[in-house]
């Protein structure tokens, strides 16, 4: 069977007002399994997002091709639902309308659209807020109203753009262990982008390192700990050899910025 | 809002220690000391223009007294004078203003998603701006003659061109992503246009429409004052006729209120129609 996804030696290049092209992805190659959970790691600004949008169809590849199930991606694909690294909330709806408009563009009727969403709302730990527009929430509470979304709307692959960066540790691991729990029961494809390799670790099948840019694919390493896992699974001795190893190819690529939130940043 | 961005820019740079003082957080503990202030700044003015035009020190010829214009607003009052001119006057601004919504607004969004439109309309767009309303009095008159028809094309040729501007500025600043995180979760054409576009341009719309309402004021006012018998403008003008400076006063202060008034129903509609905003008010 083919790969879900597919970049074939896709280069993209910036071209901004008369500043100097710049070269944001080179030549880089990364076919994803159905039902694969991929994490691409790498540090600030070295063109993960940018690998991401191509994969959504916001932007074509300036050199190469990127396919969905055999076929080029050319334009905006709702097949590969995303989580945007900047939320991208509706403001002008309140989190129930945000969270049911996939729904809702599919034609799913009323009560359903209900029901589906009462359920991610509650799954995202929102529950109470539904009536709430997303100016009146927090950052974090907005990041997950934006996981409710695309969830809800149930994608075939999920693009996910550092989903859980502005959320705390605690509330970072119930969601973790939500999205394990769904991707497993569901066999859905994930693409994952973090700059965290403990996220990296526990939640991938593959760990996709990028070098600093141009984003190159510096490293690939499969992720062996077991299935159906847990976030308790950073306790094992597996465990720290692995993150060793990832750390070893990560090196001064990334700076160990684990731990700290982020704002959502350039849109 | 005005009054907190106006605070804002003409506060000091604070380069010494801190104060402690609070900077306009209490909103609470100053209104009803605003409130006195406001009443007494009224109270001291209306006492110098009564000083002043009761010593002689202005002539009734130039200024009348506050006694006088009362006597005449409650007269025009009486009549129902004053409340006919306010309504024939509302009633030719609504009608201009809407006429102009009802073409620009659209306009707007056609020319801001579709560029031949943008490309088609531009040099109009350029040459009409520049021209106030008053300027269409002549071809209007010969067109329409002095009728209410020839009012509201006034307040129409007047204001259509900012709610386009408005209209078009709004649509065009509309954030990107919002479309593409709605196109990814399969909205069509349309739904991106209903759900999208258009409510993310709302507010600045009903901003620009809120501008436009005051320059339609204007515009009726013009024309009512060179032609025509009845409503605020024409009203002032005959005050002026005939010497009656009361009058014109009253007048004056009709136009006020009434825009104040029109102003107060825009914000209430503007917080029924923006619900998503209400964060933002006190
Ligand atoms: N639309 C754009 N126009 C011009 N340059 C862009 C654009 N999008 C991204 N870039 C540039 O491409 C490079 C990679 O950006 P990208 O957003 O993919 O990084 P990232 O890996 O997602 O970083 P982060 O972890 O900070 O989100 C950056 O140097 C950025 O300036
Ligand atoms: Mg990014």
């Known amino acids: 069977m083919p790969p879900i996804l597919a970049a074939e030696h896709v280069s993209k290049t910036f071209q901004v007002g008369r500043d100097e092209p710049l070269l944001a992805v080179r030549n880089l190659s990364l ?14 600004g070295c063109g993960k997002t940018t690998v991401l949008n191509m994969f959504a169809g916001f932007t ?81 509470m907005q990041q997950r109203v934006t996981l409710a979304r695309i969830l809800a709307a149930d994608p075939e692959v999920l693009l996910m753009d550092e989903p859980f960066a502005a959320l705390d540790a605690m509330t970072r691991q119930v969601m973790q262990e939500e999205l394990l729990r769904i991707q497993e029961s569901s066999g859905k494809t994930v693409l994952f982008i973090t700059h965290s390799i403990d996220e990296a670790l ?29 976030v308790s699974v950073q306790l094992s001795a597996e465990y720290a050899r692995l993150k060793a190893e990832v750390w070893k190819e990560v090196g001064f690529e990334v700076r160990p910025a684990d731990a700290l939130p982020r704002s959502p940043d350039r849109r | 809002m005005a009054s907190s961005a106006a605070h804002g820019a003409v506060a000091p740079p604070r380069t010494g220690r801190p104060t402690g003082r609070p900077t306009g957080r209490r909103p609470g ?21 009564y000083a002043a035009t009761r010593s002689g020190w202005i002539s009734p010829v130039f200024l009348p007294s506050p006694g006088d214009v009362l006597a005449q607003a409650t007269a025009l009052l009486r009549s129902g004078d004053l409340l006919n001119a306010v309504l024939v006057s509302s009633g030719r601004v609504f009608a201009g203003f809407a006429l102009a919504g009802l073409v620009a607004v659209p306009l707007g969004i056609v020319m801001a998603v579709w560029w031949p439109a943008r490309a088609i309309m531009d040099p109009f767009v350029s040459l009409l701006r520049p021209l106030p309303s008053i300027t269409w009095i002549p071809l209007t008159i010969l067109w329409l003659g002095i009728g209410e028809s020839q009012k509201v094309a006034i307040v129409f040729l007047g204001s259509w061109i900012y709610v386009l501007f408005y209209t078009l500025a709004s649509v065009r600043r509309v954030d990107p992503i919002l479309i593409r995180a709605a196109r990814n979760l399969g909205a069509s054409d349309f739904a991106v246009m209903t759900q999208v576009i258009l409510p993310a341009s709302l507010p600045g719309i009903i901003a620009g429409l809120k ?11 013009s024309a009512e004052m060179i032609a025509a018998q009845t409503g605020l403008g024409a009203l002032i003008w005959q ?12 007048g004056m202060v009709g136009i006020s209120i009434t825009v104040l008034v029109a102003d107060g129903l825009a914000e209430r509609l503007e917080r029924l129609l923006l619900p998503w905003e209400r964060h933002r008010r006190p």
Not at chain 1, 94 to 118: D, I, K, S
Not at chain 1, 202 to 229: C, F, T, W, Y
Not at chain 2, 211 to 221: E, G, P, R
């Open chain 1, 31 to 44: 076919q994803v399994e159905e039902g694969e959970f991929v994490c691409l790691l790498g540090a600030s």
């Open chain 1, 60 to 140: 074509q590849p300036t050199q190469g091709r990127v396919l969905l199930r055999d076929r080029p991606i050319t334009g905006i694909e709702p097949r590969c639902g995303v989580v945007f690294q900047s939320y991208a909330l509706f403001h002008w709806k309140t989190v129930q309308g945000n969270v049911e408009f996939g729904l809702r563009m599919q034609g799913v009727a009323r009560a359903e659209r209900r029901r589906r969403a009462a359920h991610f709302i509650e799954l995202v730990k929102l529950g109470g807020f539904e009536r709430r527009y997303p100016a009146e929430l927090s950052g974090g």
């Open chain 1, 202 to 230: 526990i939640l991938a099948d593959r760990i996709v390192v990028m070098s600093a840019l141009p984003g190159q694919v510096k490293a690939i390493l499969p992720n062996r700990l077991p299935r159906p896992r847990h």
């Open chain 2, 29 to 49: 503990r100053r209104a009803p000391l605003a409130l006195l202030l406001k009443c007494g700044s009224v109270g001291v003015f209306l006492l110098a223009w």
């Open chain 2, 211 to 221: 501008i436009t309402l005051a320059i339609s004021w204007s515009c009726v006012l």
């Open chain 2, 239 to 250: 005050g002026k006729d005939w010497g009656d400076l009361a009058t014109v006063l009253v």
